[in-house]
């Protein structure tokens, strides 16, 4: 059987649904299985050993360069020659939906109460329903489950294998991380500010906890705050830029991560690694919590269906119990 896989973005939600791929396997070994991705988050697919091929696209880049757009859909279609028994949208939005189309004859995904989109389910053959606003794992699990006829249980999930992996990571980690000190990496930014801890209370966390403190950062605007943060503090170094690759490795060696509701924080819970998640304007049904992935939450309330970008309720969450809770996960 060989099946393809739809998600193109972003990177959390990539890395939620690739919970699922140990468990299709162990459901169906022979099975091969592509995924097709924005190829700017390809890397967190990469060395995975349940995939066959990660397919990229670039639809992103479409929006500056349209002269590109007849190159794009014949790359797509070109997917088709694959003869993939099924097609599997993950993401259930209308621009993912005509890429399972366009690769494939037998395409699953959610049915119109389970989308924000709803024109996306006319594109499927099979519909499962799986609430909107139901913890986005589950759901993830869900449709990759349930479109080949089995069920992922909350019990495997817990009881899942790290399924990031990474080869040849930057040898500039071993310059930063110590073996006098916990680990603990630090992520700071995310696509919208009103998720963002604020920065000063994040160089409080760092001096209460005397621990080996790691910046991390994507963009130009969070390598500033990374390393105003080192400069405010000495338990606090910004890493070099990493890639998608260096980033896992760095994560598996840490003894914690402290983070925004955001992807390179949600690696952590798929690495099997502690972690502190601080969740604003969105709801805490992103994560699964477990012994060692626990979250600390604003006392906003969240409308899953809505999400209120001004709601900055985030910064008023006291350090002092960020400070409390990574204390207890790092022992």
């Not at 794992?137 to 817990?158: H, K, P, T, Y």
């Not at 209370?201 to 005397?210: I, T, Y």
């Not at 604003?298 to 990574?326: T, Y």
Request: charged fraction near 25%; aromatic fraction near 8%.
């Amino acid at each position: 059987m060989r099946i393809a896989i739809v998600k193109l973005s972003a990177l959390g939600d990539i890395v939620h649904a690739m919970v699922a791929l140990q468990f299709i396997k162990q459901q169906f070994p022979e099975c091969q299985i592509d995924w097709i991705v924005e190829e700017r988050f390809a890397g967190i697919l990469a060395h995975n050993p349940d995939l066959n091929q990660i397919l990229t696209i670039s639809l992103k880049a479409l929006k500056t360069d349209k002269s590109r757009f007849l190159a794009e859909f014949k790359k797509i279609r070109s997917f088709a020659n694959r003869q993939y028994d099924l097609v599997i949208d993950a993401q259930g939005l209308i621009k993912s939906a005509v890429v399972a189309r366009l690769i494939g004859k037998k395409i699953a995904g959610f049915d119109a109460e389970s989308i924000r989109e709803k024109a996306a389910s006319w594109f499927y053959d099979q519909k499962i329903h799986c609430a909107y606003d139901a913890n986005t794992i589950d759901r993830n699990a869900s449709v990759l489950s349930q479109s080949l006829g089995f069920a992922i249980s909350r019990e495997q999930i817990l009881a899942k294998k790290p399924f990031l992996f990474y080869h040849d990571a930057s040898p500039c980690l071993d310059d930063y991380l110590r073996q006098d000190r916990k680990n603990i990496v630090l992520v700071t930014g995310s696509t919208w500010e009103s998720r963002n801890y604020p920065a000063e209370k994040v160089v409080r966390v760092a001096d209460a906890l005397k621990q080996n403190c790691l910046a991390v950062w994507g963009g130009e605007q969070e390598k500033v705050r990374a390393e105003w943060m080192a400069a405010q503090s000495k338990h606090i170094k910004a890493m070099p830029k990493l890639d998608l690759n260096s980033l896992k490795a760095l994560i598996a060696r840490a003894d914690l991560l402290i983070g925004n509701d955001t992807g390179p924080t949600h690696m952590a819970w798929a690495l099997n690694r502690p972690s502190l998640t601080i969740f604003g304007p969105t709801p805490v049904s992103r994560v699964y919590q477990t012994h060692i992935n626990r979250v600390v939450k604003s006392a906003s309330k969240v409308n899953p269906f809505k999400l209120n970008k001004n709601d900055f309720s985030i910064r008023e969450i006291d350090e002092r119990i960020i400070i409390e809770q990574a204390a207890l996960l790092i022992g």
